[in-house]
């Protein structure tokens, strides 16, 4: 059973992108829908607020098919702009997307759609990151019909304040994806390479090229489970404190006037100990 809610979404593509316009034609037709998004691509642009330049709101209707806010600042200054002065009522639920390329292990310190859903938890609103694999993505419909059950399931089960969802879903009709996996954010290492090239006037810059990444070995970590045709569906938390670390750091004895080095020489020295971080 739908329960009608009030949704606001978002994305980091801008507010003409496919993603943006599936999920709006899904949700209109049950839900309160209002769209406020970048007016243009912001990919990569991370949690980054505007705030040395003035944030306008136009009110804008992408080709006549609908009608929303294009903001001139990133999809945190959406969500932000959105809460604090543009909507009437406060949403239910942001969903930030359908992003083509997958949001996966080191991507998510990046993505602007990431940030967008982290932006609502830190509002205290039900934040949904969706993706779908592949640049070139040829399946948003099918892809906002499973956003449009899952946002049902997340709004009757809740969040805790400060928790989001960050989804991403195989590039294939939903017939051939094998099923839905609860994952673990991987850390696996991220490959990349800076390719250094000269102008015309023989001055050089450099373009970032692409990132591959490798998983753990651990088949629980999302990039895996989207390698292996599973819909991902992974729990980020904003408070970003490593508890594991936060104990010992009260051991280091560490004062204002003098750190205790010889403590910290034998503490490093200890292989064991220093391996039980990077597990």
Known sequence: MLIPMNVLLTNDDGIHAPGLRALYNRFINTHQVSVVAP????????????????????????????????????????????????????????????NPGANVGANLNYSGTVAAAKEAALNGVIGIAVSIEGQVADNYDEAAR???????????????FGTFLNVNIP?????????????????????????????PRNRT???QGPDMQSF????????????QNFISITPIKCDMTDKRVLEDLKSWRIKKNKI????????????????????
């Not at 499973?146 to 805790?160: M, R, S």
């Not at 017939?175 to 090239?197: C, D, Q, W």
Request: positive net charge.
């Open 39 to 98: 007016d243009r691509e912001r990919s990569a642009i991370g949690h980054a607020i505007s705030l040395n330049q003035p944030l306008r709101a136009i009110r804008v209707s992408p080709n006549g098919e609908y009608k929303g806010y294009e903001v001139n600042g990133t999809p945190a200054d959406c969500i932000k702009l959105a809460i604090a002065e543009i909507l009437s009522e406060r949403p239910n639920v942001v969903i930030a997307g359908i």
């Open 146 to 160: 499973f956003v449009l059950q899952l946002c049902d399931i997340v709004t009757i089960k809740g969040l805790p």
């Open 171 to 199: 590039n294939r009709p939903m017939s051939e994806i094998t099923g839905v996996r609860i994952s673990r954010h991987g850390t696996g290492l991220l490959s990349e390479y800076v390719e250094k090239r000269i102008d």
């Open 205 to 207: 810059y450099y373009w």
């Open 216 to 227: 753990e070995e651990d088949p629980a970590v999302d990039g895996t489970e989207l390698g």
């Open 260 to 279: 205790e080095y010889l403590r910290l020489k034998i503490y490093w020295s200890r292989s064991p100990r220093r391996r039980r971080y990077n597990k």
